[in-house]
């Protein structure tokens, strides 16, 4: 069954250190988002993209990069982190939203920034 | 630009009473409506969707949502919930990509329901 896996799904780190999550999707869906999820503020839009080379940026991309360098794989990168980044991140992917109407989304990665 | 309001961030329920989520929206564009559903320590899952058509949604689960065009609104109801029932609900716009797949998410709210 096509599925979307993230990893690590539990992480701790320093502030100042560089983070990637990694997310993989075997839907061979063209578009990928990141969101992150905060009390509070429900899921918040990071970094999207719809293709292989496009990125584009979310309402909350500062801090945070995606490349994307083929159809199953949007990983995000924190170049520095800072405890505001302590947050759950979720991948998620979908086909041309007006046939499915459907974002798949992974299990969440969980990331602590101390 | 798109934004989503959920008005009610927790609703307590007794099992096999009727509930009602709300939801607004705004948006100058026409849009594409949806409800997720997210258990614990869960990634999220599609409830029901509005695209076109009828305004009336029937989703899984015994969830059913009705378009109002004039009052900006998306309510998600079930008739008689369950304690399984028991999640956080998000509504969701079409973000500036329209049917591209951007998604604007509301705050939440929490459904309890007790026994």
């Known amino acids: 069954d096509a599925e979307i896996t993230q990893s690590p799904r539990h992480k701790i780190t320093e502030t100042g250190r560089q983070v990637t999550l990694a997310c993989h999707q075997t839907?061979?869906?063209?578009?990928m988002f990141w969101y992150r999820q905060d009390l509070g503020h429900g899921l918040r839009l990071i970094h999207y993209s719809y293709g292989v080379q496009d990125t584009n940026k979310g309402e909350v991309s500062d801090g945070y990069s995606v490349s994307r360098s083929n159809t199953e794989d949007l990983p995000l990168t924190l170049e520095s982190a800072a405890s505001s980044q302590t947050s759950v991140y979720f991948c998620a992917s979908s086909e041309f939203l007006g046939n499915t109407g459907e974002l798949f989304f992974g299990e969440g990665s969980r990331l602590t920034v101390l | 630009a798109q934004s989503v309001t959920q008005l009610d961030s927790q609703v307590p329920v007794f099992e096999e009473a009727p509930v009602e989520l709300r939801c607004n929206y705004s948006?100058?564009?026409?849009?594409?409506l949806f409800w997720y559903v997210q258990y614990p320590n869960q990634g999220l899952q599609l409830l029901l969707k509005y695209l076109s058509g009828s305004t009336l949604v029937k989703g899984i689960n015994g969830f059913e949502a009705e378009f109002n065009k004039s009052q900006t609104s998306f309510h998600l109801r079930k008739p008689s919930v369950h304690i399984s029932d028991t999640a956080e609900y998000f509504c969701?716009?079409?973000?500036?990509?329209?049917?591209?797949?951007?998604?604007?998410f509301g705050k939440g709210t929490k459904l309890s329901v007790k026994p």
């Open positions: 969701a716009v079409s973000g500036s990509g329209g049917s591209q797949g951007n998604l604007i």
């Open positions: 839907w061979n869906h063209n578009n």
């Open positions: 948006s100058s564009v026409s849009v594409y």
